[in-house]
């Protein structure tokens, strides 16, 4: 059984263009980053984290390309620039989406779709008379969703959603907004959505509603 070659597809306004790499990477790195900062609430012993955002997931790898190992004689051996030329087509501004086509890199089962961010290339061999014949390019390409499937992977638990929870012994409103929104400074949204006047006199056991974060 042949071994399955991996797929760059530039997808652009009227068609997709499928491009096989000639030889398939050694490994490729996704990167996935979460960002949070440290902040001290009045009254606590020590900083809590708060969740800030997610990173864009990554996608780098490295594409080779060899010409010169072709049977051909030297003087017919193509340039390698045929072929690489094909991958950093997906930097350029597609004329009808105004911008840079998304790309999907597609092996086995990985499929990643994404915009090609950078690519670097390496020209390694060349001929007596200049032509290159084998290079390397390393490719990142940042992960796209629309906004449709964003939505569909938001958790049902998500602080864009409104929820209620039991007030706990012993627990105050700055601790339910940090577990709630990441942000202990939030616990003003809760008291105001609950009527709280003073959060000090709160009895656990207590039935709170905790409002969607992008409530006013």
Not at 21 to 39: D, R
Not at 98 to 114: A, D, I, R, T, Y
């Amino acid at each position: 059984m042949a071994l399955k070659k991996a797929e760059l597809q530039i997808i652009g306004e009227k068609k997709t263009e499928k491009v096989k790499v000639l030889f398939n990477p050694n490994e490729y790195k996704i990167t996935s980053a979460k960002k949070f900062k440290w902040i001290q609430p009045v009254g606590a012993e020590r900083p809590i984290k708060q969740y800030v955002g997610s990173e864009v997931p990554q996608l780098e790898v490295e594409l080779f390309f060899d010409t010169y190992g072709t049977p051909q004689p030297e003087s017919k051996k193509k340039d390698v620039r045929t072929y690489t030329e094909k991958v950093m087509a997906a930097m350029k501004v597609d004329a009808g989406l105004h911008q840079p086509p998304e790309v999907k890199f597609v092996w086995g089962s990985l499929n990643f779709q994404g915009v090609l961010t950078k690519a670097t290339q390496t020209f390694t061999m060349f001929l007596d008379s200049g032509k290159p014949v084998r290079a390397k390019i390393a490719i990142t390409l940042e992960s796209v969703d629309t906004l449709e499937a964003l939505m569909k992977k938001t958790p049902l638990e998500s602080p864009d959603r409104t929820k209620h929870r039991v007030l706990k012994q012993e627990e105050k409103l700055w601790q339910m907004a940090a577990k709630e929104y990441d942000n202990p400074g939030e616990w003003k949204r809760i008291a105001k959505a609950n009527s709280i006047a003073n959060p000090r006199v709160l009895s656990s056991g207590t039935r709170i509603k905790v409002p969607n974060i992008h409530e006013s």
